[in-house]
């Protein structure tokens, strides 16, 4: 059986050096994951969208609104064996509306609905690879780890969050460096 450990672990392969003639390496298509959607309705929020797959790429979209302390829309896929100890980056094929998304992690360390660790990135209309780096991820909080350990993620999410603003962007892919 394959889980998404083994399969994530399976692109650290392209996390040698990579010339810039180097332009193939091995991700794991959105699709290949089980993504279930989740927004600030839980809390009392009002933002609203959803999460589909079209053509095995992970496309969320909405509207976030900040209103009744809400904010955020998000597609979330769980990761219940972490991430091989030797990922130091996660790496995206993503495009967008030009607006900026987050990745969320959450761990075994994040108990509390709001905790996870997170960092964001610019999109455009264009397909992009994006690099995040595990240590550039901030703590939601200061009773927080300052650092997430990549074998603790538990799950990995792909959020739109904090202002106002139309959501849409889609994943295509994600790996582990």
């Known amino acids: 059986m394959i889980t998404r ?3 994530l672990a399976g692109v650290v392969a392209w996390a040698a050096p990579l010339r810039a003639e180097q332009e193939g390496f091995a991700m794991t298509p959105a699709g290949d994951l089980a993504w279930s959607y989740l927004a600030d309705t839980v809390m009392g929020g009002v933002s609203q969208g959803g999460a589909r797959m079209e053509a095995g790429i992970l496309r969320l979209s909405g509207t976030v609104s900040t209103a009744n ?3 955020f829309i998000q597609a979330r896929t769980e990761m219940p064996e972490g991430l091989a100890p ?3 980056a996660l ?4 495009r ?9 992690l959450r761990s075994t360390r994040t108990r ?3 905790q996870y660790y997170q960092h964001g990135f610019d999109t455009g209309p264009d397909w992009a690879e994006v690099t995040l780096p ?3 991820f901030a703590a939601s909080g200061a009773m927080m780890a300052g650092r997430i350990r990549p074998e603790d993620i538990r799950s ?3 959020v739109a969050y904090g202002r106002d603003h139309a959501a849409d962007v889609s994943l295509a892919a994600l790996g582990a460096v």
Do not use: K, M, Q, S
């Open 96 to 104: 967008g509306n030009g607006e900026r998304y987050f990745i969320h």
């Open 5 to 7: 450990r083994a399969v």
């Open 91 to 94: 790496r995206l094929r993503v």
């Open 156 to 158: 990995i999410g792909l």
């Open 69 to 71: 302390r809400g904010g």
């Open 86 to 88: 030797a990922t130091t």
């Open 112 to 114: 509390l609905p709001w």
């Open 134 to 136: 595990l240590a550039d």
